[in-house]
C-alpha cells in the first residue's frame, strides 16, 4: 500500500511538473528593458536584467544570450560569460556563435571550459545535427511543397478574376484557392504536431513564420482567426514566436476580429485623422501585454541605430 500511495505521489509530482508551462511574456519585458540599458550604454544593469530575465524560462532565446555575453565582456564579468558558454551546451549552441572571432573574446578562448565546451560539441554532434540540419530541413521540405501550390493559385487570380468577381472563371479560381488552402492548413497542423510550432529550438528563427519570399509564406497565408488565437498566442507565450512577428500577424488579421483595438500593436491613421493620446496609449498597452517595446523606445533604438550607421560611415570615409 505504501509502494502504491508512493507511486501515485511520484506520479502526481511529475504530472505537474511536466503540464507547467513557462510564461514568456514578463521574460520579453525584462529583455526589453535589457535592451534599452543596453542601447544606452549601462551594460551593468542590462546584465541585471537579463539575469532576472534567464531565471524565468527554461530555454534562453539566441539573440538574448548572445547580447547577454557581449555585455558581460565588456564589463569583464568572466563568472557571466562562463555562465553563457554553460548555458550553450544544455541548450545545443554551438559555443563559438556567442564567442565571436575578437580580441576581447581571446582569453576565453584558452580556458578549460572553452575546451570543454568543444569537446561536448564534438561528442554530441548527432545532437546538433538533428537540431540544425536534419529538423529544419524536414520542416522547410514540407513548407516548400506547399508553398508552390499556395502560389499556384494565387497566380491563377487574374486580373480578370479581380475585376469580375462574380464570373465563373472566378468563382471557379476562388473554389481552387480556399481548397488549397484548407489542404494546407490540414498539412500545417499535422506538421506542428509533429514538430512543434517551428521555432529556435527546432533550428529556425522564432520569425520564421512571417518570411516572405521563403517557405514561411505558407504561415503567413494561414488566414484562420482560431489559428493566430490559439496556437499563435500559445507559441508566443511559449517563447517560440516572437512578440514583433506576433503583432505583424495581428495586422494582417485585423478585419477577421470584432475588438480590432485589441490587436492593434502600431500607431495609424484612421480616415485621414491620426490617433488621439489615449488611442496610442491603448497601443502601448496592447504592446505591454505581449511583451514589445513601447513605441518611443522601438523610436529611440531605431534613432540610436540611425546614429551609430552614420557614424560608421562617416569613419569609413576617412580611412579613405
Known amino acids: 500500500m505504501k509502494h502504491l500511495l508512493l507511486c501515485i505521489g511520484l506520479g502526481f509530482l511529475f504530472g505537474n511538473a511536466e503540464s507547467q508551462e513557462v510564461n514568456y511574456i514578463p521574460y520579453y519585458r525584462l529583455i526589453n528593458k535589457a535592451t534599452i540599458a543596453r542601447y544606452q550604454h549601462n551594460c551593468d544593469s542590462a546584465l541585471i536584467y537579463y539575469q532576472e530575465a534567464f531565471e524565468m524560462v527554461?530555454?534562453?532565446?539566441?539573440?538574448?544570450?548572445?547580447?547577454?555575453?557581449?555585455?558581460?565582456?565588456?564589463?569583464?564579468?568572466?563568472?557571466?560569460v562562463y555562465f553563457a558558454m554553460e548555458q550553450c551546451k544544455k541548450q545545443t549552441i554551438?559555443?563559438?556563435?556567442?564567442?565571436?572571432?575578437?580580441?576581447?573574446?581571446?582569453?576565453?578562448?584558452?580556458?578549460?571550459?572553452?575546451?570543454?565546451?568543444?569537446?561536448?560539441?564534438?561528442?554530441?554532434?548527432?545532437?546538433?545535427?538533428?537540431?540544425?540540419?536534419?529538423?529544419?530541413?524536414?520542416?522547410?521540405?514540407?513548407?516548400?511543397?506547399?508553398?508552390?501550390?499556395?502560389?499556384?493559385?494565387?497566380?491563377?487570380?487574374?486580373?480578370?478574376?479581380?475585376?469580375?468577381?462574380?464570373?465563373?472563371?472566378?468563382?471557379?479560381?476562388?473554389?481552387e484557392w480556399a481548397i488549397t488552402?484548407?489542404?494546407?492548413?490540414?498539412?500545417?497542423?499535422?506538421?506542428?504536431?509533429?514538430?512543434?510550432?517551428?521555432?529556435?529550438?527546432?533550428?529556425?528563427?522564432n520569425d520564421y513564420t512571417f518570411i516572405r519570399g521563403g517557405s514561411g509564406i505558407v504561415l503567413v497565408h494561414y488566414d484562420d482567426s482560431n489559428f493566430f488565437r490559439n496556437v499563435e498566442y500559445k507559441a508566443l507565450i511559449?517563447?517560440?514566436?516572437?512578440?514583433?512577428?506576433?503583432?505583424?500577424?495581428?495586422?494582417?488579421?485585423?478585419?477577421?476580429?470584432?475588438?480590432?483595438?485589441?490587436?492593434?500593436?502600431?500607431?495609424?491613421?484612421?480616415?485621414?485623422?491620426?490617433?488621439?493620446?489615449?488611442?496610442?496609449?491603448?497601443?502601448?498597452?496592447?504592446?505591454?501585454e505581449i511583451g514589445m517595446l513601447s513605441v518611443a523606445d522601438e523610436e529611440m533604438i531605431k534613432q540610436i541605430n540611425r546614429q551609430e550607421i552614420k557614424k560608421s560611415k562617416k569613419a569609413a570615409k576617412q580611412k579613405k
Not at 488552402?181 to 528563427?205: A, H
Request: proline residues 4%; positive net charge.
Open 58 to 80: 527554461d530555454y534562453i532565446l539566441f539573440d538574448d544570450l548572445y547580447n547577454f555575453t557581449q555585455c558581460a565582456v565588456a564589463a569583464n564579468k568572466d563568472s557571466l
Open 94 to 175: 554551438f559555443v563559438g556563435s556567442i564567442l565571436p572571432e575578437d580580441s576581447s573574446c581571446k582569453k576565453y578562448k584558452q580556458t578549460n571550459l572553452w575546451n570543454t565546451c568543444i569537446a561536448y560539441e564534438q561528442q554530441n554532434y548527432d545532437r546538433y545535427i538533428e537540431k540544425f540540419i536534419t529538423t529544419p530541413a524536414s520542416i522547410k521540405k514540407i513548407l516548400d511543397s506547399l508553398e508552390i501550390s499556395d502560389q499556384i493559385v494565387r497566380n491563377n487570380w487574374t486580373w480578370y478574376c479581380r475585376t469580375f468577381p462574380n464570373s465563373k472563371l472566378a468563382k471557379k479560381r476562388h473554389r
Open 238 to 288: 511559449d517563447g517560440k514566436l516572437s512578440p514583433d512577428c506576433y503583432a505583424s500577424r495581428a495586422m494582417r488579421m485585423a478585419s477577421f476580429f470584432k475588438d480590432k483595438w485589441r490587436y492593434t500593436y502600431y500607431y495609424s491613421k484612421r480616415k485621414g485623422k491620426r490617433m488621439t493620446p489615449q488611442e496610442k496609449a491603448q497601443v502601448d498597452k496592447n504592446r505591454y
Open 181 to 205: 488552402d484548407s489542404c494546407n492548413q490540414r498539412v500545417v497542423d499535422e506538421m506542428i504536431k509533429k514538430y512543434g510550432f517551428p521555432n529556435e529550438r527546432t533550428g529556425l528563427p
